[in-house]
């Protein structure tokens, strides 16, 4: 394809994006997935390939199958967290639909900086009478939680890491930060300066601020119970790394793990490649290795979990991809039978 020599006049028409800012978001994606594989490859060659490769052939595979068992269980938990959020609206949706849809928007997650992408949830939520801002507010939600939750876990550990003037300055940008969206989301002010910057498509999301009151006057257990599902989730995410660990034969207290899980994660939001490939692998290996744990170990442990994540969501494409291709094959042959008929 002849890529369009101009990007400069990128317009909406028709609430699609033209070709030439779909040119660009193409670009740029390839681009942030070179840098992740060129942090990857540096990273082994700062290891030391032979290192890297003796550790991981000596792998334990019992253990293997235990992180992989364990990482996969967190989907449960994060469809269980939306699920309980959504019951005020929808209530008689089924639990494995509901996680089948948030499978496909974590899939479509991986190619947008810092997990927006799954706000793609939003379209299938759709298909369940629920609104648009509806849907939005509820995965902003859940969104705004387990940052809050990852954020706070993360600045519990940075006085490992970092000096007592780095750690209070941190802590300010992140309250700061958190005060910002309170503001923005739950303030009449805030909501009023959010519709002002969404412009005409702020009627796409009617029933928005609505929601969000609604969750915190009227519907303040389910909150309070997908925080914590949400809380569970992080730390069964911290089991499955140190099953990971096992695996490569290195161990490390639980509570570290977790800490140093959500630092990673946090630093993994800097939107400079494809779903924090690379960033993540650096940050860890670099944070563990200063409390003591060998680098290249590390490094294996953390191309474990990468491979079991991406496998799982290759999984998933394949059904997405499949589902799609059956729905579009079936609307086919009805639009040939109704014009067969109406020949006749």
Same mark, same amino acid.
């Given at each position: 394809?002849?890529?369009?020599?101009?990007?400069?006049?990128?317009?909406?028409?028709?609430?699609?994006?033209?070709?030439?800012?779909?040119?660009?978001?193409?670009?740029?994606?390839?681009?942030?997935?070179?840098?992740?594989?060129?942090?990857?490859?540096?990273?082994?060659?700062?290891?030391?390939?032979?290192?890297?490769?003796?550790?991981?052939?000596?792998?334990?595979?019992?253990?293997?199958?235990?992180?992989?068992?364990?990482?996969?269980?967190?989907?449960?938990?994060?469809?269980?967290?939306?699920?309980?959020?959504?019951?005020?609206?929808?209530?008689?949706?089924?639990?494995?639909?509901?996680?089948?849809?948030?499978?496909?928007?974590?899939?479509?997650?991986?190619?947008?900086?810092?997990?927006?992408?799954?706000?793609?949830?939003?379209?299938?939520?759709?298909?369940?009478?629920?609104?648009?801002?509806?849907?939005?507010?509820?995965?902003?939600?859940?969104?705004?939680?387990?940052?809050?939750?990852?954020?706070?876990?993360?600045?519990?550990?940075?006085?490992? &890491?970092?000096?007592?003037?780095?750690?209070?300055?941190?802590? /300010?940008?992140?309250? $700061?930060?958190? +005060? @910002? #969206?309170?503001? =923005?989301?739950?303030?009449?002010?805030?909501?009023?300066?959010?519709?002002?910057?969404?412009?005409?498509?702020?009627?796409?999301?009617?029933?928005?601020?609505?929601?969000?009151?609604?969750?915190?006057?009227?519907?303040?257990?389910?909150?309070?119970?997908?925080?914590?599902?949400?809380?569970?989730?992080?730390?069964?995410?911290?089991?499955?790394?140190?099953?990971?660990?096992?695996?490569?034969?290195?161990?490390?207290? &639980?509570?570290?793990?977790?800490?140093?899980?959500?630092?990673? /994660?946090?630093?993994? $939001?800097?939107? +400079? @490649? #494809?779903?924090? =490939?690379?960033?993540?692998?650096?940050?860890?290996?670099?944070?563990?290795?200063?409390?003591?744990?060998?680098?290249?170990?590390?490094?294996?442990?953390?191309?474990?979990?990468?491979?079991?994540?991406?496998?799982?969501?290759?999984?998933?494409?394949?059904?997405?991809?499949?589902?799609?291709?059956?729905?579009?094959?079936?609307?086919?042959?009805?639009?040939?039978?109704?014009?067969?008929?109406?020949?006749?």
């Amino acid at each position: 394809m002849k890529i369009p020599p101009s990007f400069t006049n990128v317009k909406l028409a028709g609430g699609t994006l033209e070709w030439e800012d779909f040119q660009v978001k193409k670009l740029s994606n390839y681009l942030r997935l070179l840098i992740g594989l060129g942090l990857f490859t540096f990273l082994i060659y700062r290891v030391g390939p032979d290192r890297f490769y003796l550790t991981f052939t000596t792998t334990k595979i019992l253990y293997v199958f235990l992180s992989m068992a364990v990482l996969v269980s967190v989907m449960f938990l994060n469809a269980l967290s939306f699920k309980i959020l959504l019951d005020p609206y929808a209530p008689n949706m089924p639990f494995f639909r509901l996680m089948k849809y948030l499978l496909y928007s974590v899939a479509v997650g991986i190619f947008f900086p810092a997990n927006t992408g799954q706000f793609s949830l939003v379209y299938f939520l759709k298909k369940e009478n629920i609104s648009i801002g509806t849907g939005t507010a509820v995965i902003l939600l859940n969104k705004i939680g387990n940052l809050l939750l990852c954020g706070t876990l993360a600045l519990s550990s940075f006085s490992l &890491f970092f000096s007592k003037k780095d750690t209070l300055r941190l802590s /300010t940008l992140f309250l $700061f930060g958190c +005060i @910002s #969206v309170c503001f =923005l989301l739950f303030t009449p002010k805030g909501i009023n300066l959010f519709k002002k910057l969404l412009g005409n498509y702020a009627k796409i999301f009617t029933g928005f601020s609505n929601t969000i009151s609604a969750y915190f006057k009227e519907y303040k257990v389910n909150l309070l119970l997908s925080l914590f599902v949400i809380l569970v989730s992080w730390g069964v995410i911290a089991l499955g790394i140190l099953m990971a660990f096992f695996a490569f034969g290195i161990s490390c207290p &639980f509570w570290k793990i977790l800490f140093i899980n959500c630092m990673v /994660t946090i630093i993994a $939001f800097i939107p +400079i @490649s #494809v779903a924090g =490939l690379g960033i993540r692998e650096a940050s860890a290996v670099f944070l563990y290795h200063q409390i003591g744990l060998p680098e290249a170990s590390v490094l294996s442990a953390q191309l474990l979990i990468f491979c079991i994540n991406y496998l799982f969501i290759g999984i998933i494409f394949i059904f997405l991809v499949r589902e799609r291709f059956e729905f579009n094959f079936k609307n086919i042959i009805e639009k040939i039978k109704s014009s067969g008929g109406q020949d006749d």
